[in-house]
């Protein structure tokens, strides 16, 4: 396995900044339904890719499991900043890499895969990416993939609410800037579950699909939420109990699936 992280042809640039939304209750309870998911199916000795890094989803943490674990990113930047911010370990490394350009790594080499949400949503066509996912991960392994939701009912209610019909509905023409508290960055595409599940059928087996953020608002109706934290808690206590029931957990703002690769 290679891990030239400065050979592969990927653009260092680093991505627009994002609102800092990790302080939210709300972003700190779906990064740890995330991270609840992937120790399911973490064992000792594990080999794990993890695509895209944000410091703020820092998963140095599975390195410590017993793993050995790789992160890798479009960006050299968003690289190096997640790096100083990981903790120190033998068994964590960084590779210049994201999907479809995964050819750094050899064929059934990882146990686990898995994308934080965002990491996958600035790819157009999925086909290739989910080829590369295919070829590098062992018979049997499972796939942990993270998705901004086409159809987003709290987006859609919040834009009605202000009449702003057009904005309503702009994930479903599938594409357009990612909109989040009010402030965008670069373009994102929608990948609907139908669209993923279409694509992955042949050579993958659902395990899991699991709604974030289906009854709590997330990002919408900010001010009003937090200040009623007895609401909050209910509404998360809800979500938990609904997020893996059909047809509830198609309805999240974002969502997250859990993908194992047939046997040959």
Not at 101 to 120: M, P, R, W
Not at 131 to 139: D, G, K, N, S
Not at 175 to 197: E, K, N
Request: charged share 20%; aromatic share 10%; hydrophobic share 40%.
């Amino acid at each position: 396995m290679k891990s030239d992280s400065r050979s592969h042809p990927l653009s260092p640039a680093a991505k627009a900044p994002k609102p800092d939304l990790t302080a939210l209750p709300q972003s700190t309870r779906m990064r740890a339904r995330i991270s609840e998911q992937v120790n399911v199916y973490l064992h000792p000795g594990a080999q794990v890719l993890e695509l895209g890094c944000r410091a703020e989803d820092d998963c140095s943490w599975l390195a410590a499991e017993q793993t050995r674990l790789i992160t890798t990113d479009a960006s050299y930047e968003h690289l190096a900043s997640a790096q100083g911010m990981a903790r120190s370990s033998d068994r964590h490394a960084f590779v210049q890499a994201l999907p479809p350009y995964l050819q750094c790594f050899t064929a059934e080499t990882f146990d686990l895969i898995f994308s934080h949400v965002g990491s996958l949503d600035s790819i157009e066509d999925l086909s290739p990416t989910f080829a590369e996912i295919h070829r590098v991960l062992r018979p049997g392994g499972s796939a942990i993939l993270c998705f901004v939701n086409r159809y987003s009912l709290w987006e859609t209610l919040n834009s009605v609410r202000r009449f702003e019909f057009r904005k309503a509905i702009r994930r479903w023409r599938n594409t357009g800037a990612l909109v989040i508290a009010g402030a965008r960055y670069p373009l994102a595409w929608y990948h609907s579950i139908g669209s993923v599940r279409l694509l992955t059928r042949s050579h993958f087996q659902l395990r899991a699909l699991i709604g974030l953020g289906i009854v709590s608002p997330l990002i919408y109706f900010l001010p009003s939420f937090l200040r009623r934290s007895l609401l909050a808690r209910f509404l998360e206590s809800t979500e938990n109990t609904f997020s893996t029931l059909p047809p509830f957990s198609s309805w999240g703002d974002h969502y997250m699936i859990v993908l194992k690769k047939r046997q040959s």
